[in-house]
């Protein structure tokens, strides 16, 4: 009977085809859309935790409550001792020091005159030690547009369209003016060693990234840093366990009736991204919630219309002598094997579009050229084990429901009525 069954389903394109088309489509939106918006949900995680927040950030108290003016004469002192001390006891852990500053760029001419400037925001981190997770975690060597990774002492990299905007080429000098860490006013020599483009548009208008002992020597800031990150090995946030992490180092180390002690802030606990990802998290699963629903209802409906156009068909095999709970079985049978094919189908062609996106994604750069947000330009999907079976929530849940209330009109058909649509 098995076999039967799949016959009629193969050989009537009206009672397969198009069903399966239909679940097909539905499975293959609904599993795009849920890779799409997760990709972009994690990407902004994902980008503010390597260019700002780290998984968990120490600074100063002090530090923290001006921290968007960039207060280094707050900043943490002694720090090879607390990275000694978060490494040998928080091993779990990746820790590093950061440096940040703002001021101005000088490009010189031939004379050593002025020829361009320009305001920069700049990173200084730990380029040279053996052991260092920036060149990786920043993704240094895949940003890389022209030239190289800094080698040696007082080099620097500037983004890509910063350098095209000064006129600035590989191997030229560029001077740095700023301020110390004492309030004097800070003059530094650098030569440019290569130039990026992170397709962060916050970071692409004007950055430059230097190794942290030549910029902590520039702003007299030895054995000092802005910050100290923390992220996970496997770089992936885990809000509860970082919460746990920054209570029992706060405990430990942070007073505060002391301004200057360290104080340790997860992810979540800076500039409000907690309240943000919770309602990132919100509004992604009521759009998600809301596809799938739709994308249910159209397949429910498909299963409905599929059964009632078959009422003649039903009522030639009720007349026959075939029980009604065997059809009614038979018709849910079909009903569950076109799902899963449906399904399935759909499925695998979201994945690999979902594939294809999560390596490529989309460009919108042009959108967002004056977002000052550390996002990347470039939204891409992003595939997890949600992607592999959410398809199926309205491809074969919806369209088995759409057959079973079709169905229910089996048992209401009566000998008289099978005769005279038959007559009709």
Same mark, same amino acid.
């Given at each position: 009977?098995? &076999?039967?069954?799949? =016959? ?5 394109? $009206? ?5 399966? +088309?239909? /679940?097909?489509? @539905? ?16 990407d ?90 920036e ?12 030239? &190289?990774?800094?080698? =040696?002492?007082n080099e620097?990299?500037? $983004?890509?369209?910063?350098?095209k905007? +000064?006129? /600035?080429?590989? @191997?030229?000098?560029?001077?740095l003016?700023g ?18 483009c ?62 200057f ?66 059809l009614?079985r ?8 076109i ?34 947000m ?5 939204m ?45």
């Amino acid at each position: 009977m098995i &076999k039967f069954i799949l =016959k009629g389903l193969i050989r009537d394109r $009206s009672r397969s085809l198009f069903p399966v +088309l239909m /679940v097909s489509a @539905g499975a293959f939106l609904t599993v795009l859309l849920y890779s799409w918006i997760t990709g972009a949900m994690g990407d902004i995680v994902n980008s503010t935790a390597q260019f700002n927040s780290g998984h968990v950030k120490i600074t100063t108290r002090a530090y923290q409550e001006l921290s968007d003016q960039i207060p280094n004469d707050l900043a943490l002192l002694e720090v090879d001792n607390l990275l000694n001390h978060l490494r040998n006891n928080e091993n779990k852990m990746l820790w590093t020091p950061r440096i940040r500053f703002g001021g101005l760029i000088d490009i010189p001419d031939i004379n050593g005159e002025t020829k361009t400037q320009g305001p920069v925001m700049g990173l200084g981190v730990d380029l040279f030690s053996k052991n260092s997770p920036e060149i990786t975690i920043l993704n240094l060597k895949n940003a890389l547009v022209e030239g &190289k990774l800094p080698q =040696k002492k007082n080099e620097i990299l500037i $983004s890509a369209d910063f350098a095209k905007k +000064l006129g /600035v080429k590989i @191997g030229e000098p560029a001077t740095l003016l700023g301020s110390t860490m004492n309030g004097a006013m800070a003059m530094h020599n650098f030569t440019v060693s290569g130039t990026l483009c992170f397709g962060i548009t916050a970071m692409d208008r004007g950055a430059i990234i230097a190794d942290i002992t030549d910029v902590g020597f520039a702003l007299d800031m030895i054995d000092g840093a802005s910050e100290i990150v923390g992220y996970t090995k496997n770089m992936v946030y885990f809000n509860t366990e970082m919460k746990e992490l920054a209570r029992n180092f706060n405990e430990k180390f942070s007073r505060k009736n002391d301004e200057f002690t360290p104080l340790m802030l997860t992810l979540g606990q800076q500039n409000g991204f907690e309240e943000y990802l919770q309602l990132a998290d919100t509004f992604s699963f009521i759009i998600v919630a809301i596809f799938i629903f739709v994308m249910s209802l159209v397949l429910w409906n498909s299963g409905l219309m599929n059964g009632i156009r078959r009422y003649g068909e039903i009522g030639v095999r009720l007349a026959m002598g075939e029980p009604k709970g065997n059809l009614y079985r038979w018709m849910i049978f079909e009903s569950i094997i076109i799902g899963l094919v449906g399904s399935l189908l759909g499925t695998l062609v979201g994945l690999a579009i979902s594939y294809y996106m999560q390596y490529h994604g989309i460009d919108f750069g042009n959108i967002m050229q004056k977002s000052s947000m550390m996002i990347s330009s470039v939204m891409r999907a992003r595939v997890t084990k949600g992607s592999y079976i959410i398809g199926f929530f309205p491809g074969l849940i919806a369209s088995v429901i759409g057959t079973c209330f079709a169905g229910i009109g089996i048992y209401r058909r009566q000998t008289a009525q099978l005769f005279k649509d038959l007559e009709i």
